[in-house]
């Protein structure tokens, strides 16, 4: 079964400063990742997703993160942040599997505040 | 396009009632989601439709039925409603039942169980 863990709940940064949001997986298969976004009041909307090509993947909003087999690592990062980023970040995985485990295992989720 | 919708936006039911959650989606997917979304749980799966005539429970289907009405719709039943059901919905699509798949979701269902 696969697992996602993100590290904390809530990050504040100032406005124009770098954003890093952390995420960690444990599959028993190489994964396939993904971030969701959720601005307040709405559904989730995909950011980027990791699906064994490169590496380092290139989102929407000048976002990118970077797969690290060696550390089942999959952080977001923004080099400067913008008022508009703030929102609520979910890391999710999937199994190149049949079965349940080729569907989304949601991590719980951090809350991103910008600061002015 | 419109994309997923949802119906209704809000809700508020007594312990016991019922009620349907409305999804439909214009973007002929042919797999469509239910998921509920708690404080600090981030979103888990109740139930799936893989594709139009097959549906399957996920990861927390207790209380709830669902309905692949064609392929464009995907309704969620609460047969009886408790508070443990008070949570935000949310119904997704994605093109096909592949885990490399993005999900397009509407925009969610808050629902309260007194």
């Known amino acids: 079964a696969q697992s996602v863990t993100q590290l904390g709940s809530h990050v504040s940064v100032s406005e124009g400063a770098l954003v890093l949001l952390r995420c960690n997986y444990s599959?028993?298969?190489?994964?396939?990742l993904f971030w969701y976004v959720q601005y307040p009041n709405q559904g989730l909307q995909l950011l980027l997703k990791?699906?064994?090509?490169?590496?380092l993947v290139k989102g929407i909003n000048g976002f990118e993160a970077e797969f690290k087999k060696s550390e089942t690592s999959f952080h977001l990062t923004k080099p400067s942040a913008h008022m508009s980023d703030a929102a609520e970040y979910f890391c999710?995985?999937?199994?190149?599997?049949?079965?349940?485990?080729?569907?989304?295992?949601f991590g719980s989720g951090t809350q991103l505040t910008v600061l002015p | 396009n419109a994309g997923v919708t949802q119906t209704p936006k809000f809700q508020v039911l007594k312990t016991g009632q019922s009620m349907t959650l409305q999804c439909a989606q214009d973007?002929?997917?042919?797999?469509m989601y239910w998921y509920r979304q708690d404080p600090g749980m981030g979103l888990r799966l109740i139930y799936y439709?893989?594709?139009?005539?097959?549906?399957d429970k996920g990861e927390v289907p207790n209380g709830y039925n669902v309905s692949r009405l064609n392929k464009r719709e995907f309704s969620l039943r609460l047969e009886s409603a408790a508070p443990s059901q008070t949570s935000v919905y949310f119904c997704?699509?994605?093109?096909?039942?592949?885990?490399?798949?993005?999900?397009?979701f509407g925009p969610g269902t808050r629902l309260t169980v007194l």
């Open positions: 973007m002929n997917h042919n797999s």
């Open positions: 999710a995985v999937s199994l190149p599997s049949a079965g349940s485990a080729r569907q989304l295992t």
């Open positions: 997704a699509s994605s093109p096909l039942y592949a885990p490399t798949d993005t999900q397009y």
């Open positions: 599959s028993s298969v190489p994964p396939y």
């Open positions: 439709s893989a594709s139009e005539g097959t549906t």
């Open positions: 990791y699906t064994s090509a490169a590496t």
